[in-house]
């Protein structure tokens, strides 16, 4: 694991918010999706291919820094209070954008820290958890491409039987188009060149709403739900149960944030059954939070609460409902209840028979 060294000597111009802390927090894990990027692709027949972004395809935009840093400074009127000498740990996935939404969030967390803050990176050939396809997997790497099969029924049915709609794009595109991931990445260069104010060629208007955005809606459920996704859930979810019961009990550190992808997030929450109490795709700096209570409920055991951040600005989060818990939710009950789903061994599990 490489780790990344810096001091954080800043002065950053914030708005000033009145504090939101709980006296009962004990203890918080945060799960973040990096900020808005540039496009990760373009295809051929792209009217805007020749448009030079700024760091390349899949860089973190200079909105993508503000929303980060925005995010740290929201969540710190949430959490600083809980920070001690040396107790913050952070992870990012490889990813340059995450690396970075990491580094300005820290810039809006800790504002004037001459802290030594360190980012730990795992290198995406040992990834277990964060970036994808990461560490091989040979039971089920295979199941990526094979979720985004075209010729499966769900297909059909948003085309309704219609395979002119694929020629149609595929003609106007340039793309050969041989599965669901063509219609992810199409989609997403579209809405990334919107949100700068770039007209959508024409082709694309009168087919986005029936058929690109479902499609791509269908490519981006199936790559959640893949078993080689939920395996790196299983090992992502084992972790943060680690850290937040090392942290409960005084031997690691009490805040803790990961960096990375929208498919985390959304993993996450599908292993857990809770992917169906947000909407979506979770959205730039969107995150998803595990906090650790005191409750007078409970005298020998804390309370988790999981919570969702829409977006950076987002001051009071959703609470979401945890499958098999009552509320409060004990965090020995909830450890119990998905013991069996959590994964140890990478290895292990990735290498048995099949």
């Not at 950053?12 to 009962?24: E, M, Q």
């Not at 004990?26 to 990096?34: A, F, I, M, W």
């Not at 199936?222 to 090392?246: D, F, M």
């Not at 059954?273 to 998803?288: D, L, R, W």
Request: aromatic share 10%; net charge neutral; glycine share 6%.
């Amino acid at each position: 694991m490489e780790t990344f060294r810096f001091y954080l000597l800043l002065i950053v111009a914030c708005i000033s918010y009145k504090p939101i802390r709980s006296s009962s927090l004990r203890g918080v894990l945060l799960l973040s999706r990096h900020g808005h990027r540039n496009p990760t692709a373009g295809y051929p027949n792209d009217p805007y291919r020749t448009h030079e972004w700024p760091g390349g395809y899949g860089a973190l935009s200079a909105r993508g820094i503000q929303q980060s840093c925005k995010s740290g400074e929201t969540k710190a009127l949430r959490y600083s209070h809980l920070l001690r000498p040396n107790n913050i740990y952070i992870k990012s996935s490889v990813s340059e954008r995450c690396v970075q939404s990491a580094e300005a969030f820290l810039r809006g967390f800790l504002p004037n820290s001459l802290q030594n803050i360190s980012i730990n990176i795992v290198p995406a050939a040992e990834d277990e958890s964060l970036v994808m396809p990461g560490k091989p997997c040979p039971k089920y790497d295979h199941t990526l491409s094979e979720s985004l099969l075209l010729n499966q029924s769900k297909v059909w049915e948003i085309l309704k039987g219609n395979k002119k709609v694929l020629d149609y794009v595929g003609k106007h595109s340039g793309l050969n188009i041989t599965s669901l991931v063509d219609f992810l990445n199409i989609q997403d260069t579209l809405a990334i060149q919107a949100s700068y104010d770039f007209e959508m060629p024409a082709w694309a208007q009168p087919i986005y709403n029936n058929y690109i955005m479902p499609l791509s809606q269908l490519a981006y459920h199936s790559l959640t739900n893949s078993a080689l996704n939920q395996v790196r859930s299983g090992v992502l979810l084992n972790e943060i149960i680690e850290r937040l019961q090392k942290g409960a009990n005084g031997s690691g550190e009490n805040v803790i944030l990961l960096t990375g992808h929208d498919i985390n997030l959304s993993g996450l929450l599908a292993y857990l059954s809770m992917a169906n109490q947000i909407e979506g795709k979770p959205g730039f700096a969107s995150t998803v939070a595990l906090e650790l209570h005191k409750s007078w409920y409970f005298q020998n055991d804390l309370e988790i609460r999981i919570l969702f951040f829409e977006d950076e600005t987002v001051q009071t989060p959703i609470q979401l409902r945890i499958p098999g818990c009552y509320t409060p939710c004990g965090f020995a009950r909830f450890k119990k209840t998905v013991a069996e789903t959590l994964i140890k061994d990478y290895e292990k599990r990735c290498n048995e028979e099949r």
